[in-house]
């Protein structure tokens, strides 16, 4: 059974602390992603990465770093944490192709920045 | 210009009758669509991918893909308050070999017993 694991469903930090949210998956893949969810406004992509390592930026990067270290292991950081950065952040998976694959999802984590 | 385009609805439709939700994305570069399903408070689930011009069907749901209009949509055939979801549009658009999967704005989708 495919696995996407994010460290915490639920979390509340203190506006200026560093946080960061971990993602790790087991299928061996090369690309990884992480979303924030708002109501009304989809899943918008933060940052991606396809390789360990290497990383790109996405629709949203400000206020926001990632670290790819290991191929299964792909963390996002809020370098100075922001009210406006409560949100739903899901992490997902890839695998290498452009054609017929399937992302997959952790559960989510709920961050509150108060 | 966004990269994808869905009407954020709601969209609310009988039970047993045909839901259509549409997509349009930016990039002519895009190689693959998708499909997602999203109950309340939970992931996203996949529902179907296409990659090829024309309709691909699977049970009650069918894909339509038009690249020439950059148009993708979802016809839920006999649909069934069970389809209730935000339904999520997906493209893949591939920057210089790597994978950036970009998700429109989803559609909110009820069906009326």
């Known amino acids: 059974d495919v696995k996407v694991t994010q460290s915490s469903r639920y979390l509340v930090k203190r506006t200026g602390e560093k946080v960061f949210l971990e993602c790790v998956q087991d299928?061996?893949?090369?690309?990884m992603f992480w979303y924030r969810q708002d109501p009304g406004l989809g899943l918008r992509l933060i940052y991606f990465?396809?390789?360990?390592?290497?990383?790109e930026k996405g629709d949203i990067p400000e206020g926001y770093s990632v670290s790819r270290e290991k191929k299964e292991r792909f963390s996002l950081i809020l370098e100075s944490a922001s009210t406006n950065q409560t949100s739903m952040y899901l992490c997902?998976?890839?695998?290498?192709?452009?054609?017929?694959?399937?992302?997959?999802f952790g559960q989510g984590t709920r961050l509150t920045v108060v | 210009q966004k990269e994808v385009e869905q009407n954020s609805g709601p969209l609310s439709v009988p039970e047993g009758a045909i839901a259509s939700l549409n997509c349009t994305y930016s990039?002519?570069?895009?190689?693959?669509f998708f499909w997602y399903r999203q109950y309340s408070g939970k992931s996203p689930e996949l529902i179907m991918f296409?990659?090829?011009?024309g309709d691909k069907e699977d049970g009650r749901f069918t894909a339509q893909l038009n690249k020439a209009s950059q148009y993708v949509s979802l016809l839920i055939r006999d649909s069934q308050p069970s389809d209730s979801a935000t339904y999520l549009c997906?493209?893949?658009?591939?920057?210089?070999?790597?994978?950036?999967?970009?998700f429109g704005q989803g559609t909110r989708l009820t069906i009326n017993p």
């Open positions: 997902a998976s890839m695998s290498e192709g452009s054609m017929n694959t399937e992302a997959f």
């Open positions: 299928m061996d893949h090369e690309n």
């Open positions: 990465s396809y390789d360990v390592k290497m990383k």
């Open positions: 990039d002519r570069g895009s190689q693959s």
């Open positions: 296409i990659y090829s011009n």
């Open positions: 997906a493209v893949n658009i591939p920057p210089y070999g790597a994978q950036k999967l970009v």
